[in-house]
């Protein structure tokens, strides 16, 4: 089998080495792929958007099954052009990739499915937002219909900030289109969690839970972030929650959809916020997490392209997915300055050194390859992945690869697992 997968990031990489492990796999293509995929998979210079690119390379390599990491070509409608020609690929159409590239549609959709997420009104007037801003309070979440490379979301804790969020998106259109509509909604409290299950349309297969850590550094303090770590397991999302999650927030989408004649085919990554009153939906993503791939793919034991063509055919419920019981950490080095400017194009050492331990994987994210060398080429560089018998293991197996890895101004969370450590001590 020849397979293509698309994107360039940590999360493309913890695809590409998951697939190459499968005996069903001859040849692996990735488009443009990174410093570190480029040992397991032909780069192919083509951007992960240019969807008539793709569509010729993929016809004349003879491409069995297209893997598309990020959202953007999803959104654009790979999936559809890829099918008319007759050609498989992994992913939801256009239509219901609108779950991540609207944020209306998606909050219109739990609503409509009865899927619990928190209140919301949808404005496309500043004056009237502003109005239902000062019934409703702060603090308050301001979001961006459309995709804002993860900045369409403001968390106002005063009725101030919210009016300036109001202000830069309806009024000074700082993200475009992307901003003509936005949502107000209540803000909830709580711990977050990312929930992700695949589908073919009918049938539901979930993956194992993991817990994002969204802002620059330690304690969840300073600007939001692509992901700066991760864990698998979350155990905030232990197993009734996590039961509950599947059937509250997953199947009423899956089953709407599919009653109207609509198959939504691929991964659903589901971002909850578990509140005293229950898990509530944040979000919708159509693709992998990044960097919760990173921490799920290394606890599937089984093959993953067995999945992916499983929710392509509609035959999930043939197949049986087995899962490593071991946690999984991941912790991402970025660039100095990240997420605002930074420098590019610095050395990375030590990670020779590293290749060999056992129970550590190395992702890369923003890295090239030149002479020999890897630099860096991104604000998230690698994505550092311990697995170990408890989370306290996996943390230690992270951070040991850590304290060899240097490159100039690097940055990185100290406290990825300390989170799920504390809860897991608090609840025996
Ligand atoms: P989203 O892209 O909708 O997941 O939002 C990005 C981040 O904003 C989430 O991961 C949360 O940390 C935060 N957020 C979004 N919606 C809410 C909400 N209703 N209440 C509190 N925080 C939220
Ligand atoms: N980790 C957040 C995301 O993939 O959107």
Request: aromatic share 8%; hydrophobic share 40%; glycine share 10%.
């Amino acid at each position: 089998m020849r397979v293509l997968v698309v994107g360039s990031g940590g999360r493309e990489h913890a695809l590409v080495w998951k697939i190459a492990q499968s005996k069903k796999v001859g040849k692996i293509f990735c488009a443009p792929g990174n410093g570190g995929i480029k040992e397991l998979a032909e780069i192919v210079n083509i951007k992960a958007d240019d969807i008539d690119a793709l569509l010729n390379f993929a016809k004349e390599n003879k491409i069995d099954l297209t893997v598309a990491g990020p959202e953007v070509p999803l959104v654009k409608g790979i999936v559809d052009r890829f099918t008319e020609e007759g050609l498989r690929i992994f992913g939801p159409t256009k239509e219901l990739a609108m779950l991540e590239g609207s944020k209306v549609f998606s909050k219109e959709t739990m609503k409509r499915f009865g899927a619990p997420t928190a209140d919301f009104k949808v404005f496309t007037d500043a004056a009237k937002a502003k109005e239902y801003l000062r019934k409703k309070g702060a603090p308050i979440v301001v979001k961006a219909d459309g995709l804002a490379a993860g900045k369409g979301v403001v968390v106002a804790k005063t009725i101030e900030e919210a009016e300036d969020a109001i202000e830069s998106m309806l009024v000074k259109k700082i993200f475009g289109s992307a901003g003509e509509k936005i949502i107000l909604e209540d803000c909830l409290e709580g711990e977050e969690a990312s929930i992700l299950v695949f589908s073919d349309g009918k049938n539901i297969v979930p993956l194992v839970s993991s817990q994002d850590h969204k802002r620059i550094f330690d304690n969840d303090k300073g600007l939001n972030t692509g992901g700066m770590g991760v864990y698998s397991p979350a155990p905030v999302v232990s197993g009734e929650i996590f039961d509950e999650i599947i059937e509250s927030s997953f199947r009423p989408i899956i089953d709407g959809f599919s009653k109207e004649g609509k198959f939504y085919k691929g991964v659903l990554y589901g971002g909850l916020m578990i509140t005293k009153d229950g898990p509530m939906l944040l979000e919708f993503n159509v693709r992998f997490g990044d960097p919760e791939t990173q921490a799920i793919l290394p606890r599937l034991k089984s093959d993953l392209v067995d999945a992916l063509t499983a929710c392509i055919d509609g035959t999930l419920d043939k197949i049986d997915i087995q899962w490593d019981e071991r946690p999984c950490l991941c912790v991402v080095l970025a660039s100095g300055g990240y997420p605002g400017s930074y420098e590019k194009h610095k050395e990375i050492i030590g990670l020779i050194d590293v290749k060999k331990w056992e129970d550590v994987i190395v992702f890369h994210a923003g890295t090239a390859f030149e002479d020999g060398k890897i630099f860096t080429s991104g604000g998230r560089v690698l994505g550092v992945t311990g697995m170990g018998r408890d989370i306290k293991q996996a943390k230690l197996n992270a951070y040991s690869a850590i304290d060899r890895i240097k490159f100039k101004n690097m940055q990185y969370r100290k406290d990825i697992g300390d989170r799920a450590i504390k809860r897991l001590a608090d609840s025996v």
